[in-house]
């Protein structure tokens, strides 16, 4: 079997390059994406600014993808459900709610653990 038949080089390029059409859909059009990707950054810059071990940085850019994986999840669900919604449907919004709050909790979980690493390092 000869590789060339196993991977595709045009077909992988054209999905990293709508992987990252999406990203720039995502943190473009939606603010909470927005907010999210600023406070990655954030404490990206804290992780570099400490002295950190490698352990507890592998563990906040776990949290800091979980947190922005749910939040593209989350806004795929409310744009599909938008396209089908005609009227105002208390079933969509419901759905819309409990999509929301599995960010708010990876955000929350993320929140502590970065607390956890990073209160040692204050005191």
């Not at 490698?54 to 906040?60: D, K, M, P, Q, S």
């Not at 949290?63 to 669900?77: D, P, T």
């Not at 009227?87 to 970065?114: E, F, Q, R, Y």
């Amino acid at each position: 079997m000869q590789i060339k038949n196993v991977i595709s080089v045009r077909k992988q390029t054209n999905s990293f390059k709508n992987s990252f059409h999406g990203l720039k859909v995502a943190f473009f059009e939606e603010q909470s994406f927005k907010i999210q990707t600023i406070m990655a950054l954030v404490v990206v810059i804290l992780m570099f600014s400490f002295p950190l071990h490698y352990i507890e940085r592998a563990i906040l850019v776990l949290a800091i993808m979980f947190v922005l994986g749910l939040e593209l999840l989350n806004s795929q669900i409310e744009r599909a459900l938008d396209l089908a919604e005609f009227d105002h449907n208390p079933k969509i919004k419901d759905i819309k709610d409990l999509s929301t709050s599995a960010v708010l909790i990876a955000a929350v979980g993320a929140l502590i653990v970065g607390l956890f690493i990073f209160i040692p390092y204050l005191t």
